[in-house]
């Protein structure tokens, strides 16, 4: 099926066309970020202007990439929720008019279940695994025994991991967003010279909590106002950026031993840091486990994700109508009663 993905959820304006949800013949990712990061974050009524403003130029686009015409569009998958109101229902009217328009059936496809799906537009990876969300917005474990079906294991209490690099490197005098300056600086810092805390490591929980990391980036700042020199900084970075890391690597492998699980899936924008990813990698290959990451532009928003389960409900006869709307929060578990009917 030839369907064409619309992702509206936070600050990117993203369309893709992707065939038999696999194979991605355009990819298209129009961002924000400058138009936000005067204010140093998310602006939702100026991220949902931006995708109106932004929204047709990338559809025109994502079909000239693809060199289709809206007439060889067989579906339209769009992202339906977690995200901000105002900005989901930009994708999703246009994903409506469209389907009305050229009378072809729509699907509204979750953000996270869209980042889990992303690594199989590089390779197929067997069920079940145990598959880390690690975003901006999310910082999730869960046992995945198919597309549409989720359990969680666990996850964060407080700040998701994404936001607590965003905030560090708030704290630090970085710019907006944080997340990939902290990685930057990081990569020539002492990652042991500051023993941050693990938070809930040893809590026997697959949760994670990242406030008090924070806060505790903040009392070390307090107390060496030093900070400002350029290998300080990086060092800071750099130990911030492990416990991080040491927290992440260890539920994730402990939540898939306990699981009896082999196989391991890490998704979302926190996905593209390279300390993780090595880290990740590093604790697959001993534990002999099959570990699957996709590549960058895949782990951040995009599209052609989202076409993922969009082809695989549709081609199943599970599709929305014109009454859909906006889901700001939708857990993934609630996924499964979509087979139900
Ligand atoms: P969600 O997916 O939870 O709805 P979102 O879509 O806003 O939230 P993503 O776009 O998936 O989040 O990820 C963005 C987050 O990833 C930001 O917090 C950003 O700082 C973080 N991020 C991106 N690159 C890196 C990196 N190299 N290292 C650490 N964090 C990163
Ligand atoms: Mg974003
Ligand atoms: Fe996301």
């Given at each position: 099926m030839l369907l064409l993905s619309i992702e509206t959820s936070c600050d990117e304006t993203a369309a893709a066309v992707v065939r038999d949800g696999r194979t991605i013949l355009s990819n298209v990712v129009a961002t924000q970020i400058r138009d936000h990061a005067e204010y140093g974050g998310v602006v939702p009524e100026i991220a949902s202007r931006k995708h109106l403003e932004m929204i047709p130029v990338v559809i025109a686009e994502a079909l000239r990439g693809a060199d289709v015409s809206i007439d060889g569009i067989e579906g339209v998958a769009v992202?339906?929720?977690?995200?901000l109101a105002g900005a989901l229902l930009v994708g999703i009217s246009l994903a409506k008019a469209i389907a009305f328009a050229r009378g072809i059936p729509i699907v509204g496809v979750n953000h996270i279940e869209g980042h889990l799906s992303a690594i199989f537009l590089e390779r197929p990876v067997e069920f079940p695994f145990v598959a880390l969300a690690v975003s901006g917005g999310h910082t999730h474990l869960y046992r995945v025994d198919g597309i549409g079906r989720y359990t969680t294991l666990g996850q964060t209490l407080d700040d998701a991991a994404g936001e607590a690099f965003d905030k560090v490197a708030k704290l630090l005098g970085l710019p907006y967003p944080g997340g990939v300056e902290v990685d930057r600086l990081a990569a020539a810092g002492d990652p042991e010279r500051i023993p941050f805390p693990r938070p809930?490591?040893?809590?026997?929980?697959y949760n994670f909590s990242f406030s008090g990391l924070k806060t505790a980036v903040l009392t070390h700042l307090k107390k060496h106002p030093d900070y400002s020199s350029e290998q300080n900084l990086r060092d800071i970075c750099a130990s911030f950026q492990r416990a991080v890391c040491d927290v992440l690597v260890a539920k994730t492998f402990q939540a898939a031993e306990a699981a009896g699980v082999e196989r391991v899936v890490m998704a979302g924008g926190v996905a593209c840091n390279s300390a993780l990813r090595r880290a990740m990698t590093a604790a697959a290959a001993r534990r002999g486990m099959e570990l699957s990451i996709p590549a960058p532009p895949l782990c951040s928003d995009n599209a052609a994700m989202i076409a993922v389960p969009g082809d695989y409900y549709l081609t199943r006869g599970i599709r929305g109508d014109l009454s859909l709307d906006a889901l700001v929060s939708w857990p993934l578990d609630t996924l499964k009663t979509r087979f139900a009917s």
């Amino acid at each position: 099926m030839l369907l064409l993905s619309i992702e509206t959820s936070c600050d990117e304006t993203a369309a893709a066309v992707v065939r038999d949800g696999r194979t991605i013949l355009s990819n298209v990712v129009a961002t924000q970020i400058r138009d936000h990061a005067e204010y140093g974050g998310v602006v939702p009524e100026i991220a949902s202007r931006k995708h109106l403003e932004m929204i047709p130029v990338v559809i025109a686009e994502a079909l000239r990439g693809a060199d289709v015409s809206i007439d060889g569009i067989e579906g339209v998958a769009v992202t339906q929720g977690p995200g901000l109101a105002g900005a989901l229902l930009v994708g999703i009217s246009l994903a409506k008019a469209i389907a009305f328009a050229r009378g072809i059936p729509i699907v509204g496809v979750n953000h996270i279940e869209g980042h889990l799906s992303a690594i199989f537009l590089e390779r197929p990876v067997e069920f079940p695994f145990v598959a880390l969300a690690v975003s901006g917005g999310h910082t999730h474990l869960y046992r995945v025994d198919g597309i549409g079906r989720y359990t969680t294991l666990g996850q964060t209490l407080d700040d998701a991991a994404g936001e607590a690099f965003d905030k560090v490197a708030k704290l630090l005098g970085l710019p907006y967003p944080g997340g990939v300056e902290v990685d930057r600086l990081a990569a020539a810092g002492d990652p042991e010279r500051i023993p941050f805390p693990r938070p809930l490591l040893h809590d026997g929980s697959y949760n994670f909590s990242f406030s008090g990391l924070k806060t505790a980036v903040l009392t070390h700042l307090k107390k060496h106002p030093d900070y400002s020199s350029e290998q300080n900084l990086r060092d800071i970075c750099a130990s911030f950026q492990r416990a991080v890391c040491d927290v992440l690597v260890a539920k994730t492998f402990q939540a898939a031993e306990a699981a009896g699980v082999e196989r391991v899936v890490m998704a979302g924008g926190v996905a593209c840091n390279s300390a993780l990813r090595r880290a990740m990698t590093a604790a697959a290959a001993r534990r002999g486990m099959e570990l699957s990451i996709p590549a960058p532009p895949l782990c951040s928003d995009n599209a052609a994700m989202i076409a993922v389960p969009g082809d695989y409900y549709l081609t199943r006869g599970i599709r929305g109508d014109l009454s859909l709307d906006a889901l700001v929060s939708w857990p993934l578990d609630t996924l499964k009663t979509r087979f139900a009917s």
